[in-house]
C-alpha cells in the first residue's frame, strides 16, 4: 500500500525496508567514523504530501565514488522514534513519521567501510509537505507575451493555488529580477519578453499549508515567437485524366525561419463552409490533395512548440470551364423562392446513393445539402436555407460520394467527385440596361459592320437568347420603315448588308430574355458611302491633265520670260556695226 501510494513522487523510491528501532546512544558510536564531505552523500530531504498522515519519502544524492553504494538510514523523532533502514540501494525511501514532533534524519553511504560519508536533515512535520513539480506544461507565444498552462499531478491539485515561473534568455546566467505569478493554479501570463529570442522557464507552486515545499520543475526550453507568414511559391491544379470530375493539387511554399518550426499546419475546408474543415500536418512545405471542382478555403501556419505563425490564405476557386460539366446533366425545376427539384441522368444510382448539392449567386458564399437517395434520379430541396431572389442567376452543382457509410464527408481528400454543373432563375426579367460603345467600321457603299460591348450579367436579369438591332433611315422630319436583325447572344459584331449607298442610317441596340425585351441604346448615325464618289474622283484627275496640256506651253513660255529674259547679241548693235563698215582710219 505505502509503495502504491508514491509511486507518482519517484520513479527511484525503494520499497522501506523494515526499520530497526534503535537507540540513539548505540547509533552514535556506531557511526560515529562517518562524517559530512562535500563527495559523499549530500542533499538529503525527506517530504511527503499533505493528505498522506505519516508517509514521507526520503531521498538523497550519492557520493561521487563509482563503486557500488548501499545505505543506511536513521530517523529520529523525539524520544518515541528512533528506527534504521538497513541496506538501501536506491537513492531513496519511505519512512513512516508521527504526526507531531521535529525529526532529524541521517542517511549514512557505505557505513561499513572506512570511507563512510553521511548527510542530515532536521524539520517538522509541517515543514515536511511537498507539492510539485508539475507534470505536464505548454507554452504558447504572441505578440511578445509568453502564455504558460500547467497540469499538476492529481495528489497536489487540491492543494496548489498559485505558481510562480522565473525565466532568463538562452545563454544568459542571470534568471528574471523578479518572479511572475499565476492569476490561479493552471494559467499564467509573463509579459514584455522579445519575440525573436529563446528563453529557459522554470515552474515552482507557491508555498501554503498545505505546500510547505514547493520544488522547481525542470528547465523547459522556449523557442522564439513566429513572426512571418509562409509563402506560396507553386500552386499546380490539374484534372485527374482517369476519374471525372476530381483534380490533384500540389502545393509548395516556403518559410524564412528554417530553424524555428518544427512543422505546418495546413488547413482546408469547403468555402461553402460544409463540414469538416480539416487540419493536417506535415513537416515538408507541401502538400499534395484530390479534390472535387467545388471552391475551397485553405490557410497554411508554421509552428512550434510554443507558438504559431500568420497564416498564409488562399481560395481555390470552383472550376467551371469544363465541358464534362455541363451537356445536359443536370436540370432545375424551381418551384418558389423556398424550394427547388434538381434532376440528373439516372443512371447515377447505380453507383452511388451519396449525393451533396451546393448552389449559389455569383460573388456570394455557396448554400449546400448532402443526402442519401438510392430510388429516383432527382431531389426535391425545401425550405431552402436562403429564399432565392427574382432576377439573379444561381450556379447549383452536385456531387457524388463513393462513402456509402454516411454521406456527410469525414475527410476533405479524394472524398467526392463532381457530377455536373448548370444555372438558373427563380424568376427571369428583361434587361435593364443596353449595349454601350457601339461603333461602326469597314463602311462601303451598301454595309457597314457594327460592333458594341456586351451588357454587364448583373443587367441582363435572365438568360440573354440573343441581340436585336434596329436601324432605319434616318430623317430630320419625318419616319421611315425601321428594321430589325436578331444576333446571337454571343456575338458583340455583326455586318448590317443591302444598304443604300449615301444614306444616314439610325441605329440601336437591346437585348433579350425569355421575359421579354430590354431597354434600347442610345441612338448612334452611320453614313454610307456615296456611289459616285469614285468616278468624280476620275473625272477631277483627268480636268486637271487636260488643263495642263491645252494651257501648259503659253504658261511655260511666259514664266520664262518672267523668270530668265533674254541678253541682248552684240551682232545687232550699231556701234558694231559702225566698226565693221569700209571706213578710213584717221
Known amino acids: 500500500l505505502i509503495l502504491a501510494c508514491y509511486s507518482t513522487l519517484s520513479s527511484h523510491v525503494q520499497a522501506s525496508s523494515v526499520p530497526v528501532i534503535c537507540k540513539s546512544k548505540n547509533i552514535s558510536s556506531k557511526y560515529q567514523l562517518c562524517g559530512i564531505h562535500p563527495d559523499g552523500v549530500r542533499d538529503l530531504q525527506c517530504f511527503g504530501k499533505y493528505d498522506s498522515v505519516g508517509i514521507k519519502i526520503c531521498e ?22 528512533c528506527r534504521v533502514y538497513n541496506n538501501i540501494t536506491e537513492i531513496s525511501t519511505i519512512i513512516t513519521l508521527y504526526k507531531n514532533g521535529n525529526i532529524t534524519a541521517e542517511v549514512f553511504e557505505n557505513s561499513e567501510s572506512t570511507n563512510c560519508t553521511k548527510a542530515v536533515f532536521r ?48 545563454g544568459s546566467l542571470l534568471w528574471s529580477k523578479s518572479h511572475v505569478q499565476s492569476q490561479n493554479a493552471e494559467k499564467c501570463t509573463v509579459e514584455n519578453l522579445n519575440s525573436s529570442l529563446v528563453y529557459i522557464v522554470q515552474i515552482q507552486c507557491v508555498t501554503n499549508k498545505k505546500c510547505s515545499q514547493c520544488a522547481w520543475s525542470e528547465a523547459y526550453t522556449v523557442p522564439s515567437e513566429l513572426t512571418t507568414q509562409p509563402v506560396i ?66 490557410n497554411i501556419r508554421a509552428f512550434n512548440n510554443a507558438s504559431t505563425s500568420p497564416a498564409v490564405n488562399h481560395t481555390i476557386p470552383q472550376r467551371e470551364d469544363k465541358p464534362s460539366m455541363g451537356a445536359g446533366k443536370l436540370n432545375v425545376t424551381v418551384h418558389s423562392k423556398t424550394s427547388f427539384t434538381i434532376f440528373w441522368k439516372d443512371d447515377v ?36 436555407p436562403e429564399p432565392l431572389e427574382p432576377y439573379k442567376r444561381y450556379s447549383i452543382t452536385l456531387h457524388t460520394r463513393p462513402n456509402k457509410d454516411t454521406c456527410n464527408m469525414k475527410h476533405i481528400n479524394n472524398s467526392e467527385l463532381t457530377y455536373g454543373s448548370t444555372q438558373f432563375y427563380f424568376i427571369e426579367g428583361s434587361p435593364v440596361s443596353a449595349p454601350t460603345n457601339i461603333r461602326s467600321y469597314n463602311v462601303t457603299l451598301t454595309s457597314v459592320v457594327l460592333q458594341w460591348s456586351f451588357i454587364p450579367e448583373e443587367d441582363i436579369r435572365g438568360f440573354l437568347l440573343g441581340y436585336i438591332i434596329l436601324y432605319s ?24 448588308a443591302d444598304l443604300k449607298s449615301g444614306t444616314v442610317y439610325k441605329v440601336q441596340i437591346l437585348g433579350f430574355t425569355q421575359a421579354g425585351a430590354g431597354v434600347r441604346s442610345t441612338a448612334s448615325l452611320f453614313t ?19 488643263l495642263v496640256l491645252i494651257f501648259g506651253s503659253p504658261i511655260i513660255k511666259r514664266a520664262k520670260v518672267i523668270l530668265w529674259p533674254s541678253i541682248p547679241n552684240p551682232g545687232n548693235s550699231n556701234a558694231m556695226q559702225k566698226i565693221e563698215g569700209p571706213n578710213e582710219l584717221v
Not at 64 to 76: F, P, R
Not at 473 to 496: A, C, H, W
Not at 528 to 546: E, F, H, P, R
Open 123 to 170: 524539520g517538522s512535520p509541517s515543514s515536511l509537505l511537498r507539492c510539485g513539480p508539475p507534470y505536464n506544461v505548454s507554452f504558447s507565444r504572441h505578440s511578445g507575451r509568453l502564455a504558460v498552462n500547467v497540469n499538476w499531478q492529481k495528489e497536489d491539485i487540491k492543494a496548489i493555488k498559485y505558481y510562480s515561473v522565473r525565466y532568463k534568455a538562452l
Open 60 to 81: 538523497w544524492k550519492p557520493g561521487k565514488d563509482t563503486s557500488k553504494k548501499t545505505y543506511t538510514l536513521m530517523i529520529q523523532q523525539h524520544r518515541k522514534l
Open 233 to 298: 511559391v507553386n500552386l499546380d491544379n490539374t484534372d485527374i485524366a482517369e476519374t471525372k470530375g476530381q483534380r490533384r493539387l500540389s502545393l509548395t511554399w516556403k518559410f524564412s525561419a528554417k530553424e524555428l518550426y518544427d512543422g505546418f499546419y495546413v488547413t482546408i475546408g469547403k468555402a461553402s463552409g460544409e463540414s469538416p474543415c480539416e487540419r493536417m500536418n506535415t513537416t515538408q512545405p507541401e502538400i499534395r490533395l484530390i479534390l472535387s471542382y467545388s471552391a475551397y478555403h485553405l
Open 528 to 546: 454610307t458611302d456615296y456611289q459616285g464618289a469614285n468616278l468624280s474622283g476620275v473625272v477631277t484627275v483627268c480636268a486637271v491633265v487636260a
Open 349 to 384: 444510382i447505380k453507383n452511388y446513393v451519396c449525393y451533396s448539392v451546393e448552389w449559389m449567386k455569383k460573388g456570394h458564399k455557396a448554400m449546400y445539402k448532402s443526402f442519401h437517395e438510392n430510388e429516383n434520379n432527382y431531389r426535391s430541396l425545401s425550405p431552402l
Open 473 to 496: 433611315e434616318y430623317q430630320y422630319r419625318g419616319t421611315s420603315m425601321e428594321r430589325n436583325i436578331t444576333v446571337d447572344p454571343l456575338l458583340n459584331s455583326y455586318e448590317l
